[in-house]
């Protein structure tokens, strides 16, 4: 598990990086309404991606984690050839009913159908446990789009439709360069029968995963309605900030608890799975919280420092509240959604989405027209938080979750004795350059680091202790 992690992390991690720099860079070339035409462009592709492939991703880990023999790929690859002919139908269909988006709305349904291709290869390679290529697949893609950025930008001055171009030939130019490893070795050839439970237990996971999606884009839909795109450009630019550093990680620790989970269930071994979910939730809790901490804390002097002028302001009001909705929905996808994938239960997780959904719309409906950006931020914190007890209740109908409060004693007193000292120092720095906001995170990190240790947060001083006794010379012989 630790092994796992640790290489989904340092994708995640190295992916994130390029993404904090796109946000840092095309922040300061481009204004709020550039922006916000990739925001509304990358949201339109992922909500058609769910739609169009999401039973794909889906069925993955679930039908091949077994390792019983089970190979998606032939059957795969003819589904994704059936369904190009949505291209051409859903460009004229949205053009019909959204003519603003026509410009980079075919950019957009590219996009969408290269990220299901691309999310197909990482699933396979999660679910064959292979963490290496899913490492550099992962990396090379983020640089690909980040350099295909700078030159549609700044050579061609494309503006955001050049960012909603770069980052689909990323997804495309990255599939092709691992195809060899994907489609190596001898393949089973395309099964009506695998389809068919493909498509059976899929299906309703891409519903549900559809209403995640919607979720998840709907503010951006909201404020580009109401408030234009210029509006959506700088909540957007927020929100990429924050994901680029809470999102990830909780991914790459997520990416590791669904097979291992898979496999228990499938060994009958109960104990092990559920202690295995209490250490995921710890490790997950131990990554995640104190981040979200130190978000709030730096928040402002961090839009200022990374995002242009134009956007920081705002950002320095939305980041502390996107961060911890950010938490809430990591804490819902990567843990409580194992327990509907576990045992195939994908009606009890789009009661879930449905659930979040309505009550975000309702929310946004009701908050936006009063407080504008922020009340975007707000009706997230309450649709996310609200989800939380929701899947919970439904996990009892599934695969029920172990309730220990162990994982979130031990990481909230980490937390809470990182975040003063870390408080203190910020404030005792006016300013808002490298250093001011350098000095407050290395605090953090060290404080965060010894309590850590001290309370065994995810075993870690058990595992330091491990290695030193392992590592320990042995006495010499008489």
């Given at each position: 598990?630790?092994r796992?992690?640790?290489?989904?992390?340092?994708?995640?991690?190295?992916?994130?990086?390029?993404?904090?720099?796109?946000?840092?860079?095309?922040?300061?070339?481009?204004?709020?309404?550039?922006?916000?035409?990739?925001?509304?462009?990358?949201?339109?592709?992922?909500?058609?991606?769910?739609l169009?492939?999401?039973w794909?991703?889906?069925?993955v880990?679930?039908?091949?984690?077994?390792d019983?023999?089970a190979?998606?790929?032939?059957?795969?690859?003819?589904?994704?050839?059936?369904?190009?002919?949505?291209?051409?139908?859903?460009?004229?269909?949205i053009?019909?009913?959204?003519?603003?988006?026509?410009?980079?709305?075919?950019?957009?349904?590219?996009?969408a159908?290269g990220?299901?291709f691309?999310?197909?290869?990482?699933?396979?390679?999660r679910?064959?446990?292979?963490?290496?290529?899913?490492?550099?697949?992962?990396?090379?893609?983020?640089?690909?789009?980040?350099?295909?950025?700078?030159?549609?930008?700044?050579?061609?001055?494309?503006?955001g439709?050049?960012?909603?171009?770069?980052?689909?030939?990323?997804?495309?130019?990255?599939?092709?360069?691992?195809?060899?490893?994907?489609?190596?070795?001898?393949?089973k050839?395309f099964?009506?029968?695998?389809l068919?439970?493909?498509?059976v237990?899929?299906?309703?996971?891409t519903?549900?995963?559809?209403?995640?999606?919607?979720?998840?884009?709907?503010?951006r839909?909201?404020?580009?309605?109401?408030?234009?795109?210029?509006?959506?450009?700088?909540?957007?630019?927020?929100?990429?900030?924050?994901?680029?550093?809470?999102?990830?990680?909780?991914?790459?620790?997520?990416?590791?608890?669904?097979?291992?989970?898979?496999?228990?269930?499938?060994?009958?071994?109960k104990?092990?799975?559920?202690?295995?979910?209490?250490?995921?939730?710890e490790?997950?809790?131990?990554?995640?919280?104190?981040?979200?901490?130190?978000?709030?804390?730096?928040?402002?002097?961090?839009?200022s420092?990374?995002?242009?002028?134009?956007?920081?302001?705002?950002?320095?009001?939305?980041?502390?509240?996107i961060?911890?909705?950010?938490?809430?929905?990591?804490?819902?996808?990567q843990?409580?959604?194992?327990?509907?994938?576990?045992?195939?239960?994908?009606?009890?997780?789009?009661?879930?989405?449905?659930?979040?959904?309505?009550i975000?719309?309702?929310?946004?409906?009701i908050?936006?027209?009063?407080?504008?950006?922020?009340?975007?931020a707000?009706?997230?914190?309450?649709?996310?938080?609200?989800g939380?007890?929701?899947?919970?209740?439904?996990?009892?109908?599934?695969?029920?979750?172990?309730?220990?409060?162990?994982?979130?004693?031990?990481?909230?007193?980490?937390?809470?004795?990182?975040?003063?000292?870390?408080?203190?120092?910020?404030?005792a720095?006016?300013?808002?350059?490298?250093?001011?906001?350098?000095?407050?995170?290395?605090?953090?990190?060290?404080?965060?680091g010894?309590?850590?240790?001290?309370?065994?947060?995810?075993?870690?001083?058990?595992?330091?202790?491990?290695l030193?006794?392992?590592?320990?010379?042995?006495?010499?012989?008489?």
């Open positions: 598990m630790v796992q992690v640790s290489s989904y992390m340092l994708a995640n991690i190295v992916s994130a990086m390029f993404g904090f720099a796109s946000v840092v860079i095309f922040t300061r070339l481009l204004g709020p309404s550039e922006y916000g035409i990739y925001i509304i462009g990358f949201s339109i592709a992922a909500m058609i991606s769910s169009a492939f999401g794909i991703k889906a069925s880990v679930p039908f091949t984690a077994h019983d023999g190979d998606l790929r032939v059957t795969t690859g003819f589904a994704f050839i059936a369904l190009i002919p949505l291209v051409p139908i859903l460009y004229f269909a053009s019909a009913f959204a003519p603003q988006y026509q410009d980079y709305l075919l950019a957009a349904i590219l996009l159908f990220i299901g691309f999310e197909f290869y990482l699933e396979t390679f679910a064959r446990q292979q963490t290496t290529p899913y490492l550099w697949a992962t990396v090379i893609r983020a640089a690909l789009a980040l350099a295909l950025s700078l030159v549609l930008v700044l050579v061609f001055d494309l503006g439709t050049g960012l909603v171009l770069s980052v689909m030939t990323s997804y495309f130019a990255t599939s092709l360069i691992f195809a060899s490893m994907v489609w190596q070795h001898q393949r050839p099964d009506p029968a695998m068919r439970a493909m498509l237990f899929g299906l309703p996971m519903v549900s995963g559809a209403v995640f999606v919607l979720q998840s884009m709907l503010d839909f909201v404020l580009a309605g109401s408030l234009g795109e210029h509006a959506a450009g700088i909540y957007g630019a927020s929100a990429d900030l924050v994901r680029q550093i809470i999102l990830f990680p909780g991914v790459a620790i997520g990416t590791a608890v669904a097979p291992i989970a898979v496999q228990l269930l499938a060994w009958g071994e104990a092990e799975l559920d202690q295995h979910l209490v250490d995921s939730t490790m997950l809790l131990g990554v995640l919280a104190p981040a979200v901490a130190g978000l709030a804390i730096i928040a402002a002097k961090l839009a420092l990374v995002l242009g002028p134009d956007f920081r302001l705002d950002a320095a009001n939305l980041i502390p509240l961060a911890l909705a950010w938490l809430f929905r990591s804490f819902s996808y843990l409580l959604h194992v327990s509907f994938q576990i045992r195939k239960t994908p009606g009890l997780m789009l009661a879930q989405g449905l659930a979040i959904l309505a975000n719309a309702l929310a946004l409906f908050l936006v027209p009063r407080f504008g950006l922020m009340g975007a707000f009706a997230l914190v309450i649709s996310e938080a609200a939380i007890v929701i899947g919970y209740l439904l996990t009892r109908r599934a695969y029920p979750l172990p309730l220990d409060p162990r994982p979130f004693v031990k990481v909230g007193l980490a937390t809470l004795g990182m975040a003063v000292p870390t408080y203190l120092v910020d404030h720095l006016p300013g808002a350059g490298v250093l001011d906001i350098a000095l407050p995170v290395l605090v953090g990190v060290l404080t965060y010894l309590c850590a240790y001290a309370l065994d947060i995810a075993g870690i001083r058990s595992r330091l202790k491990t030193r006794t392992r590592s320990a010379p042995l006495p010499a012989s008489r």
